[in-house]
């Protein structure tokens, strides 16, 4: 527990193939959070593919001059990894969690990866629960993380896109049985869609900006994960 501290800043870093996403927001109630800067920078040229950054100079300079301008060193910052270059599946099993081998019976033994999931639910019809699996290549994860070392960041969380999206929702809809009905991409896809509708992001995020509300939805997974890792630090 934290007695009489500041409200912290966080960061959040959406990275793609086309452009770079910084904001810079406060947390200012349980699950509030007011943006204090947002910023876009679009790629000229190839500088990120498939997640392998190959202009290290040009994403370093977008860094250093957003943290810069703004005063955000001591920052908490999250990346979140936009695909393709994120390896996911849906797999249901019976009882075990994910596992490597999991990811392997579906096409991915040739590639060593760094494996996350996020339960989507037990589903009553094939008596099984079903499980939102992700991976990148270890060479991948490096990069981001000697990018963070190299700048230096205050880097609490690497994540792909779609787990921001999921925190979001799930803290608008934590009973849904929407989400017990999810068993592939189209039907997470589509609980992804109806949360994106129904959900009132712009009552937790103050922004002067006007933003997509997807950007919003994955802004606020962002910082929802940031501000529990606060917490529990």
Known sequence: MRIFARPPTFVTVTIGSKKIIFTASKSTKS?????LAYKEYPF???TISNLTIFLLSYVKKTFETFF???KLHHAYT??????????ERIIGLHSEK???HHMQQHGESRKKLIL?????GYNQASEKTYYYV????REQLFQYQLLAMMLPLNCIAIIPQRFALLNASTHFFPE???IGSITNHASLQNYLNYCLLSANFEKKISCAQSLEKKVLMEIFGLLLLGKKIYEQD
């Open 31 to 35: 699950t509030f959070f007011d943006i």
């Open 44 to 46: 000229e040229q190839q």
């Open 68 to 70: 810069t301008t703004h």
């Open 78 to 87: 999250l990346f979140s990894l936009v695909p393709p270059g994120i390896h």
């Open 98 to 100: 994910p596992q490597d």
């Open 116 to 120: 996350d999931y996020i339960s989507l």
């Open 134 to 137: 992700c991976g990148i290549t």
């Open 176 to 178: 849904s049985t929407a």
